[in-house]
């Protein structure tokens, strides 16, 4: 019977080219405008790290003073290295790293190849296993590296085809900030989107390049990027702002947690180490602490940009528009053929058959529009790419959301069609028999 409901749209199409051309015209020009910002949004709100985000926690402690003190209000954003060193002395989850990010000089020996300024990230060795990151070559360094602070260096598969010509450049040297540092592991492609562990810079940017111990970029005082907040005197320290005992927090750490018993057992310990420094007087604030997932820390930080889910909503309320004009243009297809249809209601065919013609009808002009959508839906990623923004360049349109544009586009024009359809089914035949 479908088949047979598709036949008489495709005639209908024949006989009213025009009508039926509009109405491909409306869906895909919704379509193609919904399916760009979907598809942006979709891309920009994904899980960054699905194998492993629920077992993935940010840790904040509250160390601040009582200025500007509100009872309820969020612990600190980020961590001070006296908390953060100490967390990761003690180990008190199954993997913790503790890392910020970093701008490195970087001298190649390559010939050709001039001096660069490099993105970089100054962690510790949990962080790789930690977040699954994927090796080419070699792999990460060890917690003794951390401890005396080795100079070693992991780095990306783009930067080692670019200071090494590519190939396995394990235990080569790197001179970064006029210092050698020995290459231990090449990485194989990896680009978390968005850059959750970090997002006080910019989260949808191009990738870090350069990894080394958090350790070795404090003792070689190679400073870092981002957000700093102090709420004390830095100077005091002779390492500044950076200082061991500065009031400044300037540190992620995450922990590794797979289980909510140790979630739970994790928190109650953080409440008792802040319980300890308050007693010690560092810190001077009630017990505040928080232990976030992936997803949660995401949402909690508005990782995706305001302005695109405006554009989502904005192109969700074109689609809308068009879908009403459509509703329009199959009510006058429909009513146009009452003699037709009253016809077939003489002949037998009943307001359920009728009513299923139509939205027959209807669908298959979803389908059409949902081809010429799913091209201007291109066009609108590709002008996405051009854009100066950081997430620019991940605009593209995945199986899942090649999915999405087409049952989106059905089913938008099944929808517009149940009302031109309820009233396509409720012709008398008596009286289209009369008139003809």
């Not at 190649?108 to 490099?118: E, H, K």
């Not at 850059?195 to 404090?218: C, H, M, N, Q």
């Not at 003792?219 to 957000?227: I, V």
Request: with cysteine; proline share 5%; aromatic share 10%.
């Amino acid at each position: 019977m479908f088949g047979y409901y598709f036949d008489l749209a495709l005639r209908s199409f024949r006989r009213n080219k025009m009508l039926t051309a509009l109405m491909v015209v409306a869906i895909a020009l919704g379509i193609g405008a919904c399916m760009t910002t979907l598809t942006v949004f979709h891309v920009l709100s994904g899980d960054p790290i699905p194998q492993k985000s629920s077992r993935l926690f940010y840790v904040q402690l509250d160390p601040r003073n009582m200025d500007e003190y509100t009872p309820g209000q969020d612990p600190n954003f980020q961590m001070t290295r006296f908390d953060g060193e100490a967390l990761l002395r003690e180990k008190r989850a199954d993997r913790q790293a503790l890392m910020t990010a970093g701008s490195v000089a970087v001298e190649p020996q390559r010939q050709g190849v001039v001096p660069f300024l490099s993105s970089g990230r100054y962690t510790s060795a949990d962080f790789f296993p930690m977040f699954d990151v994927p090796f080419q070559y070699g792999g990460g360094w060890k917690p003794s590296d951390d401890e005396g602070r080795a100079r070693v260096a992991v780095i990306s598969r783009d930067f080692n085809d670019r200071v090494f010509g590519g190939g396995n450049s394990v235990g080569k040297s790197l001179h970064l900030q006029q210092t050698e540092f020995r290459v231990i592991g090449v990485l194989d492609d990896w680009r978390p989107s968005p850059r959750f562990y970090d997002i006080t810079g910019d989260r949808f940017g191009k990738d870090e390049e350069v990894f080394i111990p958090l350790s070795t970029s404090i003792a070689l005082k190679m400073g870092n990027d981002g957000d700093m907040t102090c709420w004390g005197d830095s100077n005091s320290d002779e390492e500044g702002s950076h200082g061991l005992n500065a009031p400044c927090a300037w540190l992620q750490y995450w922990v590794e947690l797979p289980t909510s018993e140790k979630v739970a057992a994790y928190r109650q310990y953080l409440g008792n180490y802040s319980d300890q420094q308050r007693q010690a007087g560092r810190f001077v604030r009630p017990t505040n602490v928080a232990v976030t997932d992936v997803m949660g820390w995401l949402e909690k930080n508005n990782a995706v940009p305001s302005d695109v889910r405006m554009q989502l909503w904005l192109a969700m309320g074109f689609l809308l528009v068009c879908i009403v004009n459509t509703i329009g243009l199959l009510l006058a297809k429909f009513l146009r053929r009452s003699g037709e249809i009253g016809v077939r209601r003489a002949l037998g065919a009943s307001r359920r058959a009728i009513f299923a013609q139509c939205l027959v009808e209807a669908g298959t002009v979803g389908v059409v529009g949902g081809i010429l959508g799913l091209g201007l839906a291109m066009v609108g990623l590709w002008a996405v790419r051009q854009q100066p923004v950081g997430y620019a360049e991940l605009a593209h349109l995945d199986p899942t959301m090649l999915i999405v544009t087409f049952v989106i586009s059905v089913g938008a024009a099944v929808l517009a069609g149940l009302l031109p359809a309820w009233r396509a089914c409720q012709v008398t035949p008596a009286i289209q028999l009369k008139s003809q």
